[in-house]
């Protein structure tokens, strides 16, 4: 089965660049999507088809996807960006997630 | 405005079943594919099954197969999950999730707030 690699944890500093990678065979031919999830809340879509933003989410978030890798990018991180990330692609038919990336805004 | 709403969650014994459901409202159900996805204590997230727009095509993860069954009622706007054999490695939290269109491999642009599953004697 396919499986998607993220690293398990990732620190920052507040307003410096922050990236969460996620490693896939092959996964810059697919479409690739992150969604950030806080404490004790549901899951929020950050990035979609690799780097797209949906409406309401800051434009310190991109995203990017070549090779066998895909990279969440936070610029000038806020405390409030402290949450875990998810990335997700698709398969053939199967949804499949990363690990998760907890990133903590020190 | 765009919510989902999960009902149904409880406690069940190992083997026996257990009916989600989630309500949507806010946009056009019948246009969008549906999923649902589970979260284990602690633990990252799980694609469980997804439901194209029109209904006509259904998937499902490896660890559910043959157990879970996806449908949608168009009619109601409502997204279901039946759960057969429940294990206890079932036991999660379960988000319907709705999908940017009405094709099934497409990121999830909204979620419901999860309802609690728990497997256990």
């Known amino acids: 089965s396919y499986e998607l690699t993220q690293p398990p944890s990732v620190s920052v500093s507040p307003g410096q660049t922050v990236s969460i990678t996620c490693s896939g065979d092959?996964?810059?031919?697919?479409?690739t999507c992150w969604y950030q999830q806080k404490p004790g809340q549901s899951p929020v879509l950050v990035i979609y088809?690799?780097?797209k933003r949906p409406s309401g989410i800051p434009e310190r978030f991109s995203g990017s996807n070549s090779g066998n890798t895909a990279t969440l990018t936070i610029s000038g991180t806020q405390a409030m960006d402290e949450a875990d990330y998810y990335c997700?692609?698709?398969?053939?038919?199967?949804?499949?997630f990363g690990g998760g990336t907890k990133l903590t805004v020190l | 405005e765009v919510k989902l709403l999960e009902s149904g969650g409880g406690l069940v014994q190992p083997g026996g079943s257990l009916r989600l459901s989630c309500a949507a409202s806010?946009?056009?159900?019948?246009?969008?594919?549906m999923t649902w996805v589970r979260q284990a204590p602690g633990k990252g997230l799980e694609w469980v099954s997804s439901?194209?727009?029109?209904?006509?095509?259904?998937y499902n993860g490896d660890s559910v197969k043959g157990r879970f069954t996806i449908s949608r009622d168009d009619s109601k706007n409502t997204l279901s999950l039946q759960m057969n054999s429940l294990r206890a490695e079932d036991t999660a939290v379960y988000y319907c999730?709705?999908?940017?269109?009405?094709?099934?491999?497409?990121?999830?642009?909204?979620w419901g707030q999860g309802t609690v599953v728990t497997v256990s004697s």
């Open positions: 999730a709705k999908g940017r269109s009405s094709k099934e491999k497409e990121a999830f642009d909204m």
């Open positions: 092959k996964l810059g031919n697919k479409n």
């Open positions: 997700q692609t698709w398969d053939s038919s199967t949804g499949v």
């Open positions: 088809q690799d780097n």
């Open positions: 806010g946009f056009i159900f019948s246009s969008y594919a």
């Open positions: 439901i194209s727009g029109s209904g006509g095509r259904t």
